[in-house]
């Protein structure tokens, strides 16, 4: 059986491409990361995933040389949607994110086996707070920054 491939599909490719900062190999078009790939940058850093117009965009993971990572959705190369960051000590926010911040509801449990749940503007935790101790004691308050 014979298929006939629209054209803007064979246009895409895997390839290679080097640059001074990071190391691309996946899916290109008009000569920048379009589709899935990997992108290896010069720090150590990490990101797979999918790609658009050369930025990260889509669903993908980036893990830093450090052993922290996110995986979520990304919107040129920033956290945007809802994702799951963990930190090298094991802090791990769950959530969503807009613009590379946190930005609303989102769940963050901490090493110690400690969490708390609240809303966040820009980044910041505002309003109404409830933290749970790993013993289950519960406090719930309101955070003013």
Same mark, same amino acid.
């Given at each position: 059986? =014979?298929? =006939?491939l629209?054209?803007r599909?064979?246009?895409?490719?895997t390839?290679t491409?080097?640059?001074?900062e990071?190391?691309?190999?996946?899916? $290109?078009?008009? %000569?920048?990361p379009?589709?899935? @790939?990997?992108? +290896?940058?010069?720090d %150590?850093?990490?990101?797979e995933?999918?790609?658009?117009?050369?930025?990260?965009? %889509?669903?993908g993971t =980036?893990?830093?040389s450090? &052993?922290?990572?996110y995986? @979520? +959705?990304?919107?040129? +190369?920033?956290m945007? &949607?809802?994702?799951?960051?963990?930190?090298?000590?094991?802090q791990r926010?769950? %959530?969503?994110?807009?613009?590379g911040q946190?930005?609303g509801?989102?769940?963050?449990?901490l090493?110690?086996g400690?969490?708390?749940?609240g +809303?966040? =503007?820009?980044g910041k935790l505002? @309003?109404? $707070?409830?933290? $749970?101790?790993?013993?289950s004691? $519960?406090?719930? &308050?309101?955070f003013e920054?």
């Open positions: 059986m =014979l298929i =006939l629209p054209e599909i064979l246009a895409k490719s390839r491409i080097v640059d001074k990071w190391t691309y190999v996946g899916s $290109v078009r008009s %000569g920048v379009s589709g899935s @790939g990997t992108m +290896s940058y010069s %150590g850093k990490v990101y995933g999918e790609f658009r117009r050369g930025m990260a965009h %889509g669903e =980036l893990t830093t450090n &052993g922290s990572y995986f @979520g +959705s990304w919107k040129n +190369s920033r945007h &949607g809802q994702g799951v960051r963990v930190t090298q000590l094991g926010t769950e %959530g969503f994110f807009k613009n946190l930005n509801a989102a769940k963050v449990s090493p110690n400690n969490q708390y749940e +809303s966040w =503007l820009k505002i @309003g109404r $707070v409830t933290y $749970v101790f790993a013993n004691d $519960v406090y719930s &308050g309101t920054p």
